[in-house]
């Protein structure tokens, strides 16, 4: 069974700090990774997409990803307060167009 | 332009009875998804429509629900009758195109089923 694992924190960081998401996932056939945040009571929002190992900068996110560790991995710079919400890791295998979602992450971003 | 759009936001009803959500997606959209969340889970998927016909109910959980889209328009997930463990929020997703994910997926903000 494929699997996505996150850990569900929360995670606190100061404002202006980096806030550092992982997301782990259990099948090697997977090809693409997706980042969510889901602010409460409203609608998943995709923020990042990669597909190939390394880096993909997008303005303050950074998504991180190592095939070869299976983990998958966003970076929030300069963290702000609004920032405060959960974001979800969603990972689809080669042969499949649904993705597979982890539990999700809550941030909490304090001034 | 509208976004997905899901109805009732909330829905509150007794073991064994009937609900029926429902779901637009953006205009255009031939690919629908109905999710579900579940308390402390993970949202998982249910199924997938093209158009009107179902491409994918591999996680449907059982014949208690009922997915239609006639017309290849909206669509309505019917439970009938409710058991307390479909308690759950229900998001419908549409996205354009090819059944790819790449081309982003719009989730709408989910229906907030209880059944007590």
């Known amino acids: 069974q494929k699997e996505v694992e996150q850990n569900s924190g929360p995670l606190s960081v100061p404002e202006g700090a980096i806030a550092s998401l992982n997301c782990t996932y259990s099948?090697?056939?997977?090809?693409?990774f997706f980042w969510y945040r889901q602010y409460s009571g409203k609608s998943p929002e995709l923020i990042m997409s990669?597909?190939?190992?390394g880096d993909k900068e997008d303005g303050r996110f950074t998504a991180q990803l190592n095939k070869a560790s299976q983990y998958v991995s966003l970076l929030i710079r300069d963290s702000q307060p609004s920032d405060s919400a959960t974001y979800l890791c969603?990972?689809?295998?080669?042969?499949?167009?649904?993705?597979?979602f982890g539990r999700g992450t809550s941030l909490i971003v304090h001034p | 332009e509208a976004g997905v759009t899901q109805f009732p936001s909330h829905s509150v009803i007794e073991k064994g009875q009937t609900v029926t959500l429902r779901c637009d997606p953006i205009s255009g959209h031939d690919n629908l998804y109905w999710y579900r969340r579940v308390m402390g889970k993970e949202i998982k998927f249910l199924l997938h429509?093209?158009?009107?016909?179902?491409?994918?109910e591999s996680g449907m959980p059982n014949n208690r629900f009922l997915a239609e889209r006639t017309g290849g328009t909206y669509s309505t997930l019917k439970v009938q009758p409710a058991e307390l463990e479909d308690s759950g929020v229900y998001f419908c997703a549409s996205s354009q195109g090819p059944a790819r994910w790449d081309t982003e997926a719009f989730f709408g903000q989910g229906t907030r089923l209880t059944v007590v």
């Open positions: 969603a990972v689809r295998a080669g042969g499949s167009y649904i993705p597979t």
């Open positions: 099948d090697r056939g997977s090809q693409s």
């Open positions: 990669i597909y190939s190992n």
């Open positions: 429509f093209v158009k009107e016909s179902k491409q994918d």
